[in-house]
T-cell receptor, first 114, second 114 residues
């Protein structure tokens, strides 16, 4: 399975863009990059995912490098409510059964500072 | 659209007892996965069900079992509870099993073993 590497923590000023990096240098061509976040005592919240192209939704943008070895999650205008642990996950097929479990690492703790 | 609903939210049991946790997926979602989250081990995959069949299983003992009903609702059972089973148990649902189908999580059941 492709593994991901994220910085353990980051700070961002409120109102500024938060750019969260993720390295996945062993990613294969059919493996998706997913981003989730988890606020204390809640379940992980899906943010965005992509395969090759950059993606944008109402929450964030996902920039994937051309070689797909790294990606960046961008929260355009961070608020205090964006303080959370952010997980970058490469989702792979398991056991040939068409099953794609999520394997969570330790993530990046983002602190949005007033 | 209602999200993933897990019941109960909190549960206290003693060693040796058994417990059943319930998960109602998002309407129309057919795949349900279960995860265990502890401070030491992080988020770990338990199993996945699709069309009432277990499609994938994580590295947990046989005391952990589950099932899925025809309406896609799922239950997870843990027998002979141990202190180490204290954790947040999370359920996630997705439309299908494909790698491009995001999983959406509930807020979990917090199980405490005394």
């Amino acid at each position: 399975d492709a593994k991901t590497t994220q910085p353990p923590s980051m700070d961002c000023a409120e109102g500024r863009a938060a750019n969260l990096p993720c390295n996945h240098s062993t990613i294969s061509g059919n493996e998706y990059v997913y981003w989730y976040r988890q606020i204390h005592s809640q379940g992980p919240q899906y943010i965005i995912h992509g395969l090759k192209n950059n993606e944008t939704n109402e929450m964030a943008s996902l920039i994937i490098t051309e070689d797909r070895k790294s990606s960046t999650l961008i929260l355009p205008h961070a608020t205090l409510r964006d303080t959370a642990v952010y997980y970058c996950i490469v989702r792979v097929e398991n056991s040939g059964a068409g099953s794609y479990q999520l394997t969570f690492g330790k993530g990046t703790k983002l602190s949005v500072i007033p | 659209k209602a999200g993933v609903t897990q019941t109960p939210r909190y549960l206290i049991k003693t060693r040796g007892q058994q417990v059943t946790l319930s998960c109602s997926p998002i309407s129309g979602h057919r795949s349900v996965s279960w995860y265990q989250q502890t401070p030491g081990q992080g988020l770990q995959f338990l199993f996945e069900y699709f069309s009432e069949t277990q499609r994938n299983k994580g590295n947990f003992p046989g005391r952990f079992s589950g099932r899925q009903f025809s309406n896609s609702r799922s239950e997870m059972n843990v027998s002979t509870l141990e202190l180490g089973d204290s954790a947040l148990y999370l359920c996630a649902s997705s439309l299908g099993q494909g790698a491009g189908q995001p999983q959406h999580f509930g807020d979990g059941t917090r199980l405490s073993i005394l």
